[in-house]
């Protein structure tokens, strides 16, 4: 039986394993300094579809295929398939649902999907009700940026602050047992909102979420950021994360700069790929934690990792409404034990 | 514990409790035969807000305080928020989480998001993770018609089989413990697709996925229909009713004629307000099982309530680019034991 600790924090009693991930990137993502953590890099961002929301979906379903290969599972051995992503109506989750033909809930966290997901996993098969579960989330660049703002066919400058969605997706495998790291405790998120407005600013939007989370997470668990080798965020980029190092500080007196980072800023190679501020989306995250990460902990290169991942809960309606911009973290305690 | 019955039937150990439930309703919903079970209805769609989306909003928060001062619990004893809707990256229940302060899980199951919400509800409870959560939808005609169709100001004709979008919102809060209908088990939908591309006739889409459903359910569980004191759909319509009872006869061998209706049949007066098939929206399921039927099974005219909720999962974009619209059903058991 799982249980509450603290005021967010679910922790489980028969913590379940990420047995096997998955992970496929764009062309872009596929220059970038952790290209040989992918599984698959595809040539063009069309990924040979007709266009880029199928595109998104054909790595995503690609993503999940490749990791029950990997760990040698069919669809039908699968008790549940629990996936999100940035398209309205989460189709690229609901068409890689049809094709899968398993059990399927649709969750929305937007970039905090792959935690969120991971976390709903657990809860399922710590209540018995399961003993497998397959995972994903995905985000394209090119669907995101034209539903989300602009078609890039406008040449919209981007501002300096502005981050570049990522294109790949990420599925993991959660079972009750195997070997990998397990996922001990989870915080989960509140809906923040500190008046950003700008939806080119998610990182600055974000961080409050991320921070609260991470205190939540602390003060829940009695741990300290020392107890983990590293804590990371989702998708930040560097002016979240320097927010987030501010807020971590005057807001919990923590001093989170030895062995914390964002995924944001580690999937694109700032000497050599431009994009401001980092990388954003579901798949910074996913990519990240289920690419290298993942394989940092088999190899024991870490321990134990801190994921909280960020999402923007906005839409342009709302934003063109007038509303701010409320901002979502869910927070996983991954531990080779 | 929990466990796993059969092919997709998730049995709870220790049941969770339905202990409460509040509606609202939209004016002209507040006209229909089941008026004296809403909580509030409002006089105007608007709710005095600027916009519809601003209005849905006020709806599912509203529906959300109303359970909880009926129940006599404050937000703060949540220890999970579980809500989805119809709107591009469910804005709706993100914002109302964001009033509310509570640790918040995002749904998207469209208008199957009654059955999802109290099955992923019931999970976490039957984990031990939690002992009250509290879920939520809700939909508006007016938000929903021009994020998936045409502004109503175009004033497009509507075919004789498309459904009036319910506007309005539902909350339920689940216990590990009190008085109310208990949530025995649930089959959780695989997403099925039988090639219909038509977004104006939703019931067709769906009761595939209703069928299909309910067939697993009797087969997991081994009950027949006849188990049930009723059963109902969420929002298939005079269309998809009658081709859910056509399917579930010649793949089922069952004849439902006698136990079996649709929400979306019993929210409006057929003689007083034409809507032509019926009604629609994750509300329709919400207003019905949460507003007139919670009373039902609590005053005994009731038993034992098969609920299979059905949700329509394309986007506008999926259907411009030439998709199918695939579909999605989640049914839950809701039983005075």
Chains 1, 2 share one sequence.
């Not at 993503?63 to 599972?73: D, F």
């Not at 018995?128 to 579960?133: F, Q, R, S, V």
């Not at 965020?233 to 500080?249: C, F, H, P, Q």
Request: with cysteine.
């Amino acid at each position: 039986m799982g249980k509450k600790v603290g005021k967010q924090t679910f922790s489980f009693d028969k913590p379940p394993v990420i047995i096997n991930t998955a992970t496929v990137a764009g062309p872009f993502e596929g220059q970038g300094p952790l290209k040989n953590y992918y599984d698959h890099i595809y040539n063009d961002n069309r990924a040979e579809q007709e266009s880029f929301e199928k595109a998104e979906r054909e790595m995503m379903s690609n993503a999940c295929i490749t990791v029950l290969n990997k760990a040698k599972i069919t669809p039908r051995e699968i008790d549940i398939f629990i996936a999100g992503d940035l398209l309205n109506q989460i189709i690229t989750s609901g068409f890689t649902a049809l094709g899968l033909e398993v059990p399927f809930f649709g969750v929305y966290a937007a970039c905090s999907t792959s935690a969120l997901s991971l976390i709903i996993a657990s809860i399922i098969l710590e209540s018995g009700c399961a003993e497998i579960a397959l995972t994903a989330t995905s985000s394209h660049n090119l669907s995101a940026e034209r539903q989300f703002r602009y078609p890039t066919e406008y040449g919209v400058h981007r501002k300096p602050y502005s981050q570049w969605t990522v294109t790949g997706a990420g599925a993991a495998l959660v079972s009750t047992k195997g070997k990998g790291p397990k996922i001990t405790c989870a915080t989960i998120g509140k809906v923040e909102d500190l008046g950003c407005k700008d939806p080119m600013n998610m990182g600055a939007a974000m961080a409050p979420a991320a921070v609260s989370t991470m205190l939540q997470h602390f003060a829940d668990t009695g741990r300290a950021p020392e107890y983990y080798d590293l804590i990371v965020t989702g998708d930040l980029g560097k002016v979240g994360y320097e927010l987030a190092l501010e807020l971590a500080s005057s807001q919990g007196g923590f001093d989170l700069s030895k062995n914390y980072y964002d995924c944001g800023l580690v999937i694109y190679d700032p000497e050599k790929q431009d994009v401001h501020a980092g990388a954003s989306g579901c798949a910074a995250s996913a990519l990240v934690v289920y690419g290298y990460l993942f394989k940092k902990l088999l190899d024991g290169k870490y321990n134990k990792i801190l994921l909280a991942a960020t999402g923007a809960l906005h839409s342009p309606t709302s934003n063109q409404q007038g509303d701010n911009i409320p901002t979502i973290a869910h927070a996983v305690s991954l531990e080779m034990v």
